[in-house]
């Protein structure tokens, strides 16, 4: 096998190729994967939004199932990022071999890697996009920006897509993915304006929510499911800003650890 020892341009007909190879192997596997994807969402929307909605009432002049609906449509689109570029990612680096496989062809590590992150966007886009449909059905669709918010999973999803392939690039083990799950991916469910105003809490608690790119997916996804753009852009520009920062690290880190 060979070593790559440096970084080369990104192609993206090579980036391309990788997205297309993920997505056949998603399709076949994709009637299998939508209950476990979508019935966590849809049990906290009927218990939180609806269940504890009725007693609840509104939030900040927001409807409980509203407020609720929207921080599960970025949640979920969250989840469905992370677990393409952990558990997914970990079995193609380290137990199958593809990324070792791919990199014997013309495309570079660092073409699988973004490809893969790619793909962990579109999965986020197809899960979330999925979970909005079925919540629409509930009435909590007020505005016709709600077209927008396929764009906010895009770009949420590519930076949770970053964040995950960031930790599996360093990840001696696979039982090590448990702990990117329950000191990042929890925290951040819990902490994001998604059941509860976060501005309530304690100060630290508010600090921590605000560097969470959950928050900020929360929040967009909230402003227009509601047509209400207070906010939006400071929501998208950190979301962005982070997806820039983060975009060159796990190639970096895959290509010391890879020894391709």
Same mark, same amino acid.
């Given at each position: 096998m060979r070593r790559q020892k440096k970084l080369y341009k990104l192609s993206p007909k090579s980036i391309w190729y990788v997205i297309i190879r993920n997505y056949m192997s998603f399709r076949r596997l994709f009637k299998i994967s939508i209950f476990p994807n979508l019935v966590d969402p849809i049990l906290f929307l009927l218990a939180m939004g609806i269940g504890l909605g009725s007693y609840i009432g509104e939030i900040n002049g927001v409807s409980y199932l509203i407020f609720v609906t929207a921080g599960l449509i970025a949640a979920t689109g969250m989840m469905a990022s992370t677990a393409e570029v952990t558990i997914n990612a970990f079995i193609q680096m380290r137990v199958e071999k593809t990324y070792s496989a791919v990199t014997m062809t013309p495309v570079n590590l660092q073409d699988v890697v973004i490809g893969q992150v790619i793909w962990a966007s579109c999965r986020s886009l197809i899960y979330g996009g999925m979970f909005l449909v079925i919540a629409a059905f509930f009435g909590v669709v007020q505005s016709w920006t709600v077209i927008f918010v396929p764009f906010v999973l895009l770009l949420s999803g590519f930076v949770f897509g970053l964040m995950g392939m960031i930790f599996t690039s360093l990840a001696p083990n696979r039982d090590y993915l448990n702990y990117y799950s329950v000191l990042f991916i929890r925290p951040m469910y819990m902490f994001s304006d998604i059941f509860f105003p976060v501005k309530n809490m304690p100060e630290i608690v508010q600090v921590f929510a605000w560097f969470s790119p959950l928050y900020h997916a929360v929040n967009l996804c909230r402003g227009l499911?509601? !047509?209400? =753009?207070? !906010?939006?852009?400071?929501? =998208?520009?950190?979301?962005?800003?982070? !997806?820039?920062?983060l975009f060159y690290i796990p190639v970096i880190i895959t290509q010391k650890k890879l020894a391709y």
């Open positions: 499911l509601l !047509g209400n =753009f207070e !906010g939006l852009i400071m929501n =998208f520009s950190w979301l962005l800003i982070l !997806g820039i920062i």
